[in-house]
């Protein structure tokens, strides 16, 4: 499984890419496979401040319905719009094409984001 080492990850199963202050956000080929084949993204807190573990969306898969956590607090500025016609590049490409979401970051970055190791061993592949 691939964990990216220039991310930061959190225990809910998203991933961060961070860019000066503005975050990329999506969720980890672990919660990808886990969920299965993911069929709806729903992102409706466009332009909207949101602290982190606050809820920023929804992914629907086949089975199942999970809510998307914010892994730091921030503003919404962009939505990954492919997600609405092709939610399935959440499943081939997790890490790139498949990213949800981009939020301003607002404020200090969170100590519980794990480096690609710790998340690796979290999710019980080292």
């Not at 919404?76 to 092709?86: G, I, K, P, W």
């Not at 590049?89 to 990213?99: A, H, Q």
């Amino acid at each position: 499984m691939n964990f990216p080492k220039e991310l930061k990850y959190t225990k809910d199963h998203e991933w961060v890419k961070i860019e000066g202050d503005i975050a990329t956000i999506g969720i980890t080929e672990f919660a990808q496979k886990e969920l299965g084949d993911i069929v709806y993204v729903e992102v409706e807190t466009l332009g909207e401040e949101l602290e982190s573990g606050e809820v920023f969306g929804t992914v629907e898969a086949v089975k199942t319905v999970s809510d998307l956590f914010m892994p730091l607090s921030g503003e919404v500025s962009e939505l990954n719009e492919e997600l609405e016609q092709a939610p399935e590049l959440v499943n081939e490409d997790p890490y790139g094409e498949g990213w949800m979401i981009k939020i301003k970051i607002n404020g200090e970055l969170p100590g519980d984001l794990m480096d690609s190791e710790a998340y690796g061993e979290l999710v019980g592949v080292s």
